[in-house]
C-alpha cells in the first residue's frame, strides 16, 4: 500500500464518507472503493462498516487507525526531508552549545558559525557537556562544545586558550579545618563527568584521607551538584565561577584547567570551516570563559535561519 492510498483511506477516517473523501482526493467514488476494497482483501478484515448513514470504524480500523496516521507523519517528514536536501542553502546545522561557558562566549561562537556556514539554517541548544555528547549520540546533532579532554572515536577541535577552571568548593568558613570537612558530605563527579579526574586530584592534593565509606552520591551535572552542596552542606568540584556566584568558599591551594573543545558528528562538514570557527578570538580573556549564570538549569532553544 502506497502513501497516496493510505492519505485516501485516512480521509474516509475523518469524512465518513465515501463520496467525500473521493472528492478531496481527486477521484471517483468507484476508484476509491476500490482501493478500500483492495486494502481490505490485503489486510484479510474490514476496516469499515457500510451503512445507508456512511462509514463508520470497525473494531479492527479503530487500532489500526493510529498507525496509519503515524507512517503518514513519517512519510511527510522524509518528503519534507528530501527536498531540503534538494535545495541548497536549507540544510541544517545543529550545535550544542555548553551552559559552563560564559554568555559572552556562546555570542561570539554562535556569530562566528553563522558567519562561517552561511547556506545551513543553524539550530542552537544549550547545555552541560554530558548532555551535549548525548546530543551527539543519540540526537544527530553535528557539533557541541565539550569540557575536558578527547573523547575516544569522536573527533574534536581544541579552543585555544579557552578553559575552565575548576576548584574545591563547600558551604563552611575559609579556615574550616580539614577534619571538620572530611566529614561533609561529598558530591562526586560521576566517571564520565568532565570533572571526574579533577575530583581525584583535588582529594591527592589534601584530602585524600577521605574514606570511601563517607556519606556521598555521584552527580553528573553542575547544577544539581550546585544545588547538593547548599542544600545538604556538602563539598563538591564546580568551576571557579559557579562556586563565587553561589557563595561558596573555595578550598585553598587547588585549581584545575580544564579544556575546551568543539566535537564534530558530522563528516561533511569541512575541516578548514571548523578551523576558522575556532581560530576566532572567542574570549576576552580566559579567566572569564566559565559559566555566567551556573543557576540555568534548563535547556534553552535558539534557531537562527540564514537565508541567501
Known amino acids: 500500500m502506497d502513501s497516496r492510498t493510505l492519505r485516501n483511506l485516512m480521509r474516509i477516517v475523518q469524512t465518513g464518507s465515501l463520496s467525500a473523501a473521493a472528492e478531496h482526493s481527486c477521484l471517483t467514488v468507484q476508484a476509491l472503493a476500490a482501493q478500500l476494497n483492495k486494502v481490505e482483501e490485503q489486510f484479510g478484515f474490514r476496516l469499515f462498516r457500510r451503512s445507508n448513514k456512511g462509514l463508520t470504524l470497525t473494531t479492527q480500523g479503530t487500532e489500526l487507525t493510529p498507525y496509519m496516521d503515524k507512517v503518514l507523519v513519517a512519510t511527510r517528514q522524509l518528503e519534507e526531508k528530501v527536498a531540503a536536501l534538494k535545495v541548497p542553502g536549507q540544510r541544517t546545522l545543529k ?17 562566528r558559525l553563522i558567519e562561517v556556514f552561511p547556506d545551513y539554517q543553524l539550530e542552537f541548544s544549550y547545555a552541560e557537556s ?13 557539533l557541541a562544545v565539550l569540557i575536558g579532554p578527547q573523547k575516544p572515536g569522536l573527533p574534536s577541535i581544541i579552543l ?9 568548593a563547600h558551604c563552611g568558613q575559609e579556615h574550616d579545618p580539614l577534619v571538620l570537612l572530611g566529614n561533609k558530605f561529598q558530591v562526586r563527579p560521576a566517571d564520565d563527568c568532565p570533572y571526574s579526574h ?16 563517607k556519606r556521598m552520591v555521584y552527580s553528573c551535572s553542575e547544577t544539581l551538584t550546585l544545588s547538593l552542596i547548599t542544600q545538604m552542606d556538602g563539598l563538591g568540584m564546580v568551576s571557579r565561577d559557579a562556586a563565587q556566584r553561589n ?28 578551523h576558522d570557527v575556532v581560530d576566532l578570538p572567542l574570549h576576552e580573556r580566559a579567566e572569564r570563559n566559565v559559566r555566567s549564570r551556573s543557576h540555568r538549569n534548563g535547556e534553552k532553544e535558539v534557531f537562527a535561519e540564514i537565508r541567501t
Request: proline share 4%.
Open 95 to 111: 550545535v550544542a552549545l555548553n551552559t559552563t561557558l560564559s554568555a559572552d562566549f556562546n555570542r561570539r561562537m554562535i556569530g
Open 160 to 168: 585555544p586558550e579557552v578553559q575552565v577552571q575548576v576548584v574545591g
Open 198 to 213: 579533577s575530583f581525584l586530584r583535588f582529594l591527592d592534593a589534601g584530602l585524600g584521607n577521605y574514606e570511601s565509606g
Open 247 to 274: 557563595g561558596l568558599t573555595i578550598f585553598p591551594g587547588f585549581e584545575d584547567a580544564l579544556e575546551v573543545r568543539l566535537a564534530i558528528n558530522n563528516p561533511e562538514l569541512s575541516g578548514q570551516a571548523l
Open 130 to 142: 554530558m548532555e551535549n555528547l548525548s546530543k551527539l549520540k543519540n540526537e544527530d546533532f553535528d
